[in-house]
């Protein structure tokens, strides 16, 4: 632990005046990120008798090694910079409220010509209308079968919407009544897109003029004796009014606004939100956060708003925001809210009538998850806690592994061969730190060499991060400083250290691609406790040899084999067996399994990539919409490739001198063998297959062999 003594800026260093600040660890992550009114008021707080501290407060100061800061004009821009920060450096000390689900809406695609109604979840697109969230995605299709008995609005998927047009033929909701059809030119699409206009209308709240028109057509329908037009009008009436009742009025004043309650603790907090629109619940959602920091429950408050609303502009931020608590000051929240929205927003706390209730009501469903929240949580703390305890007793390490790295290898009859390293932090998958690695090194099969050379190139660059920030006194080994240049340059990267770890073709997935530098996440910058690797004593030696050349003897290495689910230590003859219900065990084989998915994901995705392939690829100046024209034109490769450079020049797009280098591309490529249907023993004439490969669908190249062959063939 440091002493903030020693990092602590020298007096009158800190400008009196708006800014956010962030705290490093000695590793240059950044591991909190604050705003204030005034910088030196607010950071004279953290340097003061640690005694004085609160517990979580004190733990941050002492964690960290470092504090710098960033000057703005305002509040609403301290309050706007933090929110970015905290969305970049993902600060292990801050409050980062976490989804319980990934909440779906009620989406309309009004960005597309035919737009559609679907389900989705995940970040908002452009040019899509959202309602909701919903609790369950069957609450969405509910309301959408009701409402499109009225509003017969498109709701197939592109491929369903094209077959329809070749052939000619709706699909069956077409035939029955609830698609419009404008696959078929049933509608035009200016009239199809008015529908989806209504449709929007009436999910945003706006039914009572919509019901009255239906009423008045079915009176006027009475009126004139077309009785089964009436009866047909009563029907979509009834619809409707099913569809509203499944969202009961709570406002009567048709209010718009989002109602946020918390139920707090000194650990963790809840988080409730109601979304009402027209007076009624339209959407419901909750997080859950740990109190990392000592922070007031306005302060929650503002960190909800944050996360609510950073993304949001316009409608999405509705005109009033009911909160249990105002963030203090709360004056740069309300203009960074109407920042958001264009217009004004009124932040308050309710004080009576049906608004306080419904309050209420939210505060009850918040103080349930809480409850809900911590039942789940002490049984998996606990399960976690044991589970590194057993790995730490049965490895004899000092402490608990709260990092564990696991590396599979991953090939086709060793071909297109891969790595993959999972990382796990106190017993969870922290999927922002998972990479994967090509085998560059040699060619063909051998798990072997393979670990040996993935291990060597992971720590190679957790080194020259060690070297960067000065933690590595000595300095690196100047052999292995030479080998890494000359891999570097072997790979035709530039030698910057932006780019340190681009040479080995590591993969970031599953988070931000984040930069090196200026304190973001590195990518191997941090050092595990213990190295899982999927395998036996083979494998765990390679590891050990591995970490033993670069002379790093501060990390333990074990290995996982299949078989019998032992656990081999480097050096030992017998393994280490764990009980079949040891929580130890069931953690290392969850991380194992973890990385031999991710790993034969990789491995699947660059197969596949290389089945696609074509001649046409390394044609220099020749992209995709091009290729796909000469393919169009002459059908095959087969007959681009006897086609006569003025031939080729008829495809629109293509000149003299395109036609010339695709000829000459095309004379250079050995042409493809013939592929051989397995099943009948017929030479395939197309050239549309790849080499020793049968196809199972049209554009799906597999290899040859049964499917129970290829599983047994792959690892």
Request: hydrophobic share 35%.
């Amino acid at each position: 632990m440091a002493d903030p003594s020693s990092y602590r800026p020298r007096p009158g260093e800190i400008p009196d005046s708006p800014g956010v600040y962030r705290f490093r660890d000695e590793h240059r992550r950044v591991i909190y990120v604050g705003k204030a009114k005034s910088l030196r008021q607010r950071l004279a707080n953290y340097f003061q008798d640690l005694a004085n501290l609160h517990p979580r407060t004190r733990t941050m100061v002492t964690t960290a090694a470092s504090v710098e800061w960033t000057v703005v004009s305002t509040e609403v821009e301290a309050l706007q910079l933090e929110y970015s920060w905290i969305k970049e450096y993902d600060p292990r000390f801050n409050v980062k409220y976490r989804d319980d689900k990934s909440y779906p809406y009620l989406a309309v695609t009004m960005n597309e010509q035919f737009p559609r109604v679907q389900v989705m979840r995940g970040h908002k697109k452009k040019g899509v209308r959202y309602f909701g969230p919903y609790g369950h995605a069957w609450a969405i299709r509910d309301t959408v079968d009701l409402l499109l008995r009225v509003f017969p609005v498109r709701t197939c998927s592109a491929g369903v919407f094209k077959n329809a047009a070749r052939t000619g033929r709706p699909c069956l909701l077409g035939y029955i009544g609830k698609c419009s059809a404008p696959c078929v030119e049933r509608i035009s699409p200016e009239d199809h897109r008015e529908l989806a206009e209504e449709f929007c209308d009436f999910m945003a709240g706006r039914t009572g003029t919509y019901l009255r028109r239906l009423e008045r057509q079915m009176a006027d329908a009475a009126e004139d004796m077309e009785y089964e037009r009436a009866a047909r009008l009563r029907d979509d009436i009834g619809a409707l009014k099913k569809a509203m009742e499944k969202s009961a009025v709570v406002l009567a004043d048709a209010t718009d606004a989002d109602l946020i309650a918390v139920a707090e603790d000194e650990l963790e907090a809840a988080v409730q939100i109601f979304h009402v629109r027209g007076g009624r619940v339209r959407g419901q959602r909750g997080w859950v956060t740990d109190k990392v920091e000592e922070i007031t429950t306005g302060a929650l408050v503002e960190h909800a708003l944050q996360q609510l609303y950073g993304e949001e502009t316009g409608d999405a931020v509705p005109k009033e925001v009911l909160v249990p608590a105002l963030p203090d000051p709360v004056e740069p929240v309300q203009q960074w809210l109407a920042g958001r929205r264009g217009s004004g927003v009124s932040l308050r706390i309710p004080q009576r009538g049906d608004k306080k209730a419904l309050m209420e009501t939210v505060q009850r469903n918040a103080q349930q998850a809480l409850v809900l929240h911590k039942t789940k949580r002490a049984s998996d703390l606990t399960t976690r806690s044991r589970a590194l305890e057993e790995i730490a007793e049965a490895l004899d390490l000092d402490s608990a592994p709260l990092r564990i790295e696991c590396y599979d290898i991953s090939h086709l009859q060793g071909d297109d061969v891969v790595a993959s390293m999972v990382v796990f932090e106190d017993g969870l998958a922290r999927k922002s730190e998972y990479r994967r690695f090509q085998i560059k090194g040699f060619a063909g099969q051998d798990d072997v060499r393979s670990m040996h050379e993935v291990i060597t190139r992971r720590f190679r660059r957790y080194l020259a991060e060690k070297e960067k920030t000065g933690e590595w006194a000595d300095g690196p080994d100047p052999d292995a400083a030479a080998a890494d240049g000359a891999e570097r340059r072997a790979d035709g990267l530039p030698l910057t250290d932006g780019q340190a770890a681009q040479d080995d073709g590591e993969t970031l997935v599953d988070g931000p691609a984040l930069k090196d530098d200026d304190g973001r996440p590195k990518r191997f910058a941090y050092p595990p406790q213990l190295v899982v690797v999927d395998g036996g004593q083979p494998q765990v030696a390679a590891a050990q040899r591995a970490l033993d050349e670069l002379g790093i003897d501060d990390i333990a290495v074990c290995g996982l084999a299949k078989r019998l689910e032992e656990v081999w230590l480097p050096g030992d003859d017998d393994p280490v067996v764990l009980p079949r219900t040891s929580e130890g065990l069931y953690l290392l084989q969850r991380v194992r399994d973890e990385a031999h998915r991710f790993a034969i994901t990789y491995q699947r995705a660059k197969r596949a990539k290389r089945f696609r392939s074509s001649p046409l690829d390394d044609v220099p100046g020749l992209g995709e919409t091009r290729k796909q024209a000469l393919i169009k034109h002459f059908g095959s490769v087969k007959k681009l490739r006897s086609a006569t450079i003025d031939q080729i020049c008829e495809v629109p797009g293509i000149g003299r001198k395109t036609a010339e280098t695709v000829a000459v591309a095309l004379a250079r490529a050995t042409p493809a063998a013939p592929a051989v249907n397995t099943a009948t023993g017929e030479i395939m004439d197309d050239e549309d297959g790849a080499p020793g490969t049968t196809t199972d669908a049209p554009g799906e190249p597999v290899p040859a062999g049964t499917p129970d062959e290829r599983r047994g063939q792959e690892r």
